[in-house]
């Protein structure tokens, strides 16, 4: 109960979205990705989180290291935010250098995104898209050999409650400037003062990597508000071995080097902890010209996953969106 309190304390964004996501029986999640992506995850069992430099738009990181250092910084010079902030945290214990290990991570951070951060992105899946899948995201992918791996919320979010820090999830913020930011950032600081009789009792360096995590976190899920569409949620691993393939051991999350479209990068496996059948709800294949073979080969590698308990009509889906290839 300890790590939920600390979560509503540092994130409490991030709780309540949690809350209201599990409520809806009517949503899952969707990780819309190539069909040669899903055949790699359906047949090793893992799901993929690529470095954050690899994301369709880097400059999306970029803009949510640069908000944050504004809540915290007027130009060079730390504002009246960061004093604030250091001031309830001294209030918790003195004996924690928190103003240098802050201002550390603040001056690091797009550095510390580019080479440690991971991510999966997902999107917010309603059941009546179940079949056909959602028209906006085919057409943002703009390629024809698209599909989309549906997954069942509670179990992913049982999986990563489970798993401390190895992981975590995030709703995307999609904010319209730079004071909506400010007020949400507000509402952590006020959560720490208000917790600070529980806050006393946790080591300080058990508190910081919390929050150093929530600080991260908010970094890597802020997007501009014409993006709100997408409904964009994004599971986040921080690689402590950033140069280094770590072979799977029983941990929770491996490395090693994959070549995609070309380019060499580490990947990060998140591996769960019944099995990826576990939370999987079906598999859509996107609009493509190669229909037949895609599907046959999707429904073997979903026999061999799920065996005796695979369904066709449940777990493999076709799309009959009629999207012109030219126009994908």
């Not at 799901?47 to 999306?60: A, I």
């Amino acid at each position: 109960m300890i790590f939920e309190k600390l979560d509503e304390i540092f994130q409490p964004y991030y709780c309540q979205k949690i809350k209201d996501m599990v409520q809806d029986d009517d949503l899952n999640f969707a990780y819309y990705t190539s069909l040669e992506n899903i055949h790699h995850i359906l047949t090793e069992e893992t799901l993929w989180l690529r470095n954050v430099s690899c994301m369709n738009d880097f400059s999306e990181v970029r803009q949510g290291v640069q908000v944050l250092k504004n809540y915290f910084f007027t130009g060079n010079t730390v504002n009246e935010h960061f004093e604030r902030a250091i001031s309830v945290l001294a209030s918790i214990t003195t004996a924690f250098d928190w103003e240098q290990v802050l201002r550390d991570l603040l001056d690091n951070m797009e550095s510390t995104c580019v080479y440690t951060a991971y991510i999966l992105s997902m999107t917010v899946h309603n059941k009546v898209d179940d079949t056909d899948g959602r028209l906006s995201m085919w057409r943002g992918y703009g390629r024809s050999d698209c599909g989309a791996f549906i997954i069942d919320k509670r179990k992913i979010l049982q999986n990563i409650f489970q798993k401390d820090l190895d992981v975590s999830i995030s709703p995307v913020v999609y904010f319209t400037n730079q004071e909506a930011f400010n007020q949400n950032i507000d509402c952590v600081v006020d959560s720490i003062e208000e917790n600070r009789a529980l806050l006393l009792h946790i080591k300080p360096g058990k508190l910081w990597n919390r929050l150093k995590f929530a600080i991260i976190s908010a970094a890597l899920s802020i997007k501009h508000s014409g993006f709100k569409e997408e409904q964009e949620w994004r599971i986040i691993h921080i690689d402590n071995s950033p140069f280094e393939a770590v072979p799977y051991k029983g941990q929770t999350i491996s490395s090693d080097i994959r070549c995609i479209e070309g380019i060499p990068q580490k990947i990060c496996f998140m591996h769960l902890q019944e099995g990826l059948a576990q939370i999987l709800d079906h598999v859509v294949i996107g609009p493509t010209q190669f229909s037949p073979a895609i599907y046959t080969a999707v429904k073997i590698d979903l026999m061999n996953l799920l065996g005796d308990n695979f369904v066709e009509g449940k777990y493999i889906r076709q799309s009959t969106i009629p999207i012109r290839h030219e126009c994908l």
